[in-house]
């Protein structure tokens, strides 16, 4: 689930192998073109936990196509456009403070958040028919380690709230809204969270 999240989440055009959106594995082999055999084969008979890992990557791609901020066309540039509330892509240590050099670099770095700002991409993208587009805010959080991070979130814009999108660690917690300002991230785990922009204060 935190794989796949992480990949359909990130710019550009996501890639899965036949069979990923159903965790088939091929036991662990990447090349298994010559393989006339189970290996390559895909077993349809879906156990409960292919159907809700099937679920899954379902609503997340459906997530990724209803969200332009995450199908940009443009490289991100990390600075304010037009009356953006804040950049068009920042990044977070869990601190809630934005990533420095030494940050990024350091071992133990293994959690990190990345905001996409819903505004900042008004000025650079268009619809077919020339229109600007403006999103909700994404904020995903990673956390590669193996231990529970108190991750301190990024002020949201306004007077709006960040709410639960998913966590790949919990199914139940989709959909809370997050007021503390923290968030308590798993081991191993990516969580989105979002701003809906009908929410924000003009």
């Keep these: 689930r935190s794989l796949l999240a992480t990949l359909a989440l990130s710019q550009g055009v996501p890639m ?41 990557v379902r ?8 969200h332009p901020v995450l199908r940009q066309r443009r490289f991100l540039r990390g ?13 977070f240590d ?3 403070g934005e990533m420095t050099d030494k940050a990024w670099h350091a071992v133990a770095g293994r959690c990190l958040g990345m905001r996409l700002d819903g505004d900042a991409m008004a000025m650079d993208e268009g619809d077919a028919e020339g229109r ?10 990673f956390n590669a380690g193996r231990a529970l991070v108190d991750f301190s979130l990024p002020e949201p814009a306004g007077s ?6 998913f966590d790949t660690a919990d199914e139940t917690l989709v959909g809370q809204t997050v007021h503390e300002g923290r968030y308590r991230l798993r081991d191993r785990t990516v969580a989105v969270l979002l701003t809906p922009r009908a929410l924000r204060e003009p």
């Design 160 to 165: 709006s709230s960040w709410r639960l999108v």
């Design 132 to 141: 600007q587009i403006t999103d909700d805010t994404v904020l995903v959080l």
């Design 79 to 91: 600075r304010r456009i037009g009356a953006a509330h804040a950049t068009d892509l920042a990044w």
């Design 94 to 96: 869990p601190a809630g």
């Design 16 to 56: 899965l192998c036949a069979g990923d959106e159903m965790g088939r594995t091929q036991s662990g082999n990447n090349n298994a073109y010559c393989q006339d055999n189970e290996t390559s084969g895909v077993d349809w008979r879906l156990s409960p936990d292919a159907e809700r890992f099937l679920t899954f």
């Design 59 to 66: 609503e997340l791609v459906a997530f990724r196509g209803k």
